[in-house]
């Protein structure tokens, strides 16, 4: 299988570099291929701006969809979108790894979402219509393909538990799930969460990499967060609320998951060794 691991950490040597070389070595003698795009050593620009086109932008003013849409359509992005972009193509599944920073991924990678997921590519996808709003949530370009989250986190996990003071981990990344690995059609599995980093020794650190070692193992046959899809007769269209005999009486994020059913074998989060 083809991975690709879109990675965000400035310092090699820090423990998300670590756990990130073990995941490509491992993956490797399992006999997948992969590929890295470490984007602070690629010196990824974050910063989505007119120069995304070759051309400008093509009115009066910079609109970055419009520009975003034509520069897609017409083969005139910037290079290193494009070259992007061929990543994910290539891709059976795509982990996105980083330290959480400010309750969210480094600036660096919320920029490379911002200028690869183009118009065309990753939203705009498909009809638009009263009775259709575009293939998007469960459907779109990255469908049949994974993605995975590997975060590291200061705070404890109880800190991100249910009634915990920094909000439940699963809220906290829902706009990564759902919005930006959902929304273009990935199957999501759950996060791989290294809480409480900064009580690491050689010994967790061992751990750590037997638990993340079997994440990667069963890629392929992990069960994916049961978010519903949009197309599937569970929200009203053009609406998009759920249908009130979906989920009644619920709201907030945790409605757009169906219930696992009871045996069901979907797991939590992977919580690495405390
Ligand atoms: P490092 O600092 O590199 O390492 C952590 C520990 O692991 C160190 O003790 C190191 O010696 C040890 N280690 C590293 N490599 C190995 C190895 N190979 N073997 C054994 N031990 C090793 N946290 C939150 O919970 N919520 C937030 O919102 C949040 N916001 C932040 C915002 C910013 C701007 C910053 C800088 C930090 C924030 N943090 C937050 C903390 C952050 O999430 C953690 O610092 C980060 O996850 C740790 O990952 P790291 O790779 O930088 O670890």
Redesign the pocket.
Known sequence: MNILIVYA?P?PQ???G?LKNFAVTHLEQAGHRVQVSDLYAMKWKAALDANDSLDGPAGARFDPSLDSRLAFENGRQSADIAQEQDKLRWADAVILQF?????SMPAILKGWVERVYAYGFAYGVGEHSDARWGDRYGEGAMAGKRAMLIV????WEPHYSPRGINGPMEDILFPIQHGILYYPGFDVLPPFLVYR??R???AR?SAISDTLAQRLDNLWRTPPLSFRPQNAGEYSIPELTLRPEIAPGQSGFAAHRRPTVAGDSEPGPARAPA
């Not at 330290?99 to 309750?103: K, S």
């Not at 590291?152 to 705070?155: A, D, K, L, W, Y």
């Open positions: 950490h310092e820090s423990l998300n670590a330290p959480l920073w400010w309750f590291t986190t200061g705070g980093t900064g690491m020794d050689e650190f």
